[in-house]
């Protein structure tokens, strides 16, 4: 059983990475966007909550992305195989809702990966997609905003024990290797 945070900028590899080791491990990958997604989609009651925001153009309140997870948390495929989250926690309180989360759920984290890339990295990366939102200009906000909300949790994570910082720059293959080299598996 795996049960890991990716953590990360925008643009450091964390989807990626994190599909790879679901993919080969046969452990639920869980997407904040995704599950945001299909809970809008499947029209359940939290669903229908954070369409109301994200029709607005709003960001979705904690509370509703909290009660959205901890009903993915509970079901079934996760029970048995562990999770990894991929866009969760984003701030600190929502790290405390989790490990209250992980804690009912009898759940502990295994480990957070950080995937370290630096700004000038990310900018060229998310510029080579080619979206028409990801100018430089946006791309930076992104990046201070991811440190001033997210960042604060390599320090919280670090002080638990759970942090393991890997440079995600370099070959795909090599990266994902170190993650699972990270979490104890058979690469």
Do not use: W
């Not at 948390?73 to 989250?85: A, H, R």
Request: aromatic share 6%.
């Amino acid at each position: 059983m795996i049960k890991v945070v990716f953590l990360g900028p925008p643009g450091a590899g964390k989807g990626t990475q994190a599909q790879r080791i679901a993919a080969k491990y046969g452990v639920p990958h869980i997407s904040t966007g995704d599950i945001l997604r299909a809970a809008v989609k499947e029209g359940t009651e939290l669903g229908k909550l954070a369409k109301t925001y994200m029709d607005r153009g709003e960001l979705v309140p904690d509370d509703v992305i909290i009660g959205i997870i901890r009903e993915r948390l509970s079901e079934p495929d996760v029970k048995e195989k562990g999770f990894i989250l991929d866009g969760f926690p984003r701030t600190i309180a929502q790290a405390k809702a989790l490990d209250q989360m992980l804690e009912e759920l009898n759940m502990p984290l295994d480990r957070v990966i950080y995937l370290n890339v630096d700004d000038e990295e990310i900018v060229k990366r998310l510029l080579a997609r080619g979206r028409e939102d990801d100018t430089e200009e946006v791309i930076r906000k992104r990046l201070k905003v991811y440190r001033e909300q997210t960042a604060p949790l390599i320090d919280y994570y670090s002080e638990k024990c759970l942090l393991v910082e890997i440079y995600g720059v370099g070959d795909i293959d090599e990266i994902t290797a170190k993650i699972e080299e990270a979490l104890g598996l058979k690469g």
